[in-house]
């Protein structure tokens, strides 16, 4: 029970620094950012889901994934809230992360990673000009790769893109959205990488 409410505490302490982070970049580029609604669900299911997973990781792991899923959560409630994903998150995060990977020598699997989670998003940002995906989710798949590596990091982009698409169709059936119209994807990302976090793929 007090490893269970020591993870819930560090989690938490985590992801209010992130919020911390994204209030102040929204304020310093004026955008209104408000954690209701879409929001407010996505930060709520997201720490819980966080918190869960974090009591199977080891010491090994435990710096990376808390890092990681902490950014990524937050960053998919701003999605949900204002449609941004801020540098402020992602840009520490992956820092920390080359820091920690540098200590326990596990820099090559953090940087294989990194490549192919934030190259495949890269590729594609510059295919669709932009349009499909924004530079903003190509830095949280870096964040994504680093800490699940190569294989885990690419499963939960596939998830994602699965999410994504299932809900896009959907609403494209029920008259809802028209086709070209933005979805925001940081979400999609942030349950891809709570699937393969629960089912224990973390390299």
């Known amino acids: 029970m007090t490893h269970v409410l020591l993870c819930a505490c560090i989690v938490l302490c985590v992801n209010c620094a992130y919020i911390l982070a994204a209030y102040a970049a929204a304020a310093r580029y004026g955008i209104p950012l408000s954690f209701r609604g879409g929001g407010a669900a996505v930060l709520a299911l997201g720490t819980a889901v966080e918190m869960a997973a974090m009591q199977h990781t080891d010491a090994r792991t435990f710096g990376m994934m808390l890092i990681a899923f902490g950014a990524v959560v937050v960053s998919a409630a701003c999605d949900a809230a204002c449609g941004y994903v801020f540098d402020a998150l992602t840009m520490p995060c992956a820092a920390i992360m080359f820091g920690i990977a540098g200590v326990f020598g596990t820099l090559n699997p953090f940087l294989l ?70 979805l925001r994807f940081a979400p999609y990302m942030a349950a891809g990488m709570a699937v393969v976090a629960l089912h224990g793929v973390f390299s």
Do not use: P
Request: proline share 0%; net charge positive; with cysteine.
């Open 113 to 182: 990673g990194v490549a192919a989670c934030g190259g495949s998003l890269a590729f594609l940002h510059l295919i669709t000009r932009g349009r499909g995906l924004g530079l903003g989710d190509v830095k949280l798949a870096c964040c994504i790769g680093g800490a699940a590596g190569a294989l885990g990091g690419i499963e939960a982009l596939g998830i994602a893109f699965v999410l994504g698409g299932a809900y896009a169709s959907i609403l494209l059936v029920l008259k809802r959205a028209q086709r070209g119209q933005e």
